[in-house]
């Protein structure tokens, strides 16, 4: 298992780089939790009216469920992991960061989960998927922000890597018999308008993965805290974007998310070039939403 396990960071290293803000961002960036302030666009957070399926994780932060099968594991990512990471070393000489040409110190710090390791729930009941670290500050490279290469850093599920035959590959996932994914989240520490919550399809714009609310807005809406855990219901409507692209000159418009197509979905603290971002935060009760 621990083997196997490196193979899924290959799609959380070298997906994410593409989630990062040109424009420096806007702030320096289920089971049905006890209280409701996400929702689809932000709002609602009511229980859904469809059924509900949730993708429980094993011990060591693997996802194998029968019902809607959705099978392989949670992972830690970020711009100072390398594509070659295992359980014995990040191989941060191979990450986007470093053969940028910065410090090992420039690049996105993981305090936990150590990126390659199996990646436990803190909570088995719910399981509760937790992270914290500090996204790094964009540098200069050649005169400009170098966005491409410090772009944050996170924690992701493959949806289609089944491990079981040691071929390391992980494929998409069809989510169209499904209106959605939900998950309760609670951060300790996070500042405002700092994450994304992005899908990862086969068919993307390069790494530029659409997100939660991405075809308006800079950042994914997240607001949850430990004292006030937010539940949130992400319909594929409103996934899309990113809206950077549509900001570069000149805009690229990128396809649009293909839910048939699905490789997976990440948490991520993305960067800006005021200050680096801290952050701690969690995401328990994983579930997709049937219609």
């Known amino acids: 298992m621990l083997s196997a396990l490196a193979g899924a960071l290959l799609i959380g290293g070298a997906g994410c780089k593409g989630s990062l803000e040109p ?16 929702g689809s666009g932000g709002s ?10 949730p993708l429980p994780s094993t011990s060591l932060g693997f996802v194998s469920d ?4 959705v099978i392989g594991p949670w992972y830690s990512y970020g711009d100072g992991v390398g594509p070659n990471t295992n359980p014995t070393t990040t191989d941060s000489a191979d990450s986007d960061c470093l053969l940028a040409g910065f410090m090992p110190d420039q690049c996105s710090q993981i305090t936990v989960p150590t990126p390659g390791q199996p990646f436990p729930p803190t909570d088995a009941a719910t399981s509760k998927m937790c992270t914290s670290g500090v996204a790094a500050q ?18 992701g599920v493959n949806f289609n890597e089944p491990l079981a035959d040691g071929s390391n590959a992980y494929g998409t996932f069809d989510m169209s018999p499904y209106v959605g994914i939900a998950f309760d989240f609670s951060a300790d520490v996070l500042p405002a308008q700092s994450m994304r919550v992005s899908f990862m399809f086969q068919g993307m714009h390069g790494g530029d993965a659409p997100y939660w609310m991405g075809a308006t807005m800079q950042a994914s809406p997240l607001t949850g805290t430990t004292a006030r855990p937010q539940h949130v219901e992400i319909k594929w409507a409103d996934v899309g974007g990113p809206l950077y ?23 991520q603290v993305f960067t800006n070039a ?4 801290p952050y701690a935060f969690c995401v328990s009760n994983l579930a997709l939403l049937g219609k």
């Open 23 to 38: 424009q420096g961002g806007t702030g320096g960036n289920t089971g049905i939790g006890p209280t409701a302030t996400g």
């Open 44 to 53: 609602g957070g009511s229980i859904p009216s469809g059924p509900v399926f």
């Open 66 to 69: 029968t019902t809607t099968g």
């Open 138 to 155: 964009v540098l200069l490279k050649n005169g400009s922000p170098d966005y491409a290469d410090l772009w944050g850093a996170g924690i």
């Open 245 to 267: 692209l549509a900001e570069t000159v000149p805009p690229v418009t990128p396809p649009l998310f293909d839910v048939t197509k699905v490789e997976s979905m990440q948490f």
């Open 274 to 277: 005021s200050a680096t971002t």
